[in-house]
């Protein structure tokens, strides 16, 4: 949902799922200790992230094997 992870305190890194096609611009607030969320660059979701300022700088594109 809108605020799946809101409030995760704790979280510290995170791993999106390639087929993610929609993720809204408060899912991770106020998560203050997360450092990274990994996303395949192809994903829609490396694209909607990338967009904000904020999420930008904790993008991780996962390496392609």
Do not use: M, W
């Amino acid at each position: 949902g809108e605020q799946a992870f809101c409030g995760c305190i704790n979280l510290k890194s995170v791993r999106l799922p390639v087929n993610l096609k929609e993720i809204y611009r408060n899912t991770f607030e106020n998560c203050p200790s997360l450092d990274e969320i990994f996303v395949d660059p192809d994903s829609p979701a490396d694209h909607l992230l990338s967009q904000s300022s904020y999420y930008s700088k904790l993008l991780r594109h996962i390496p392609r094997i």
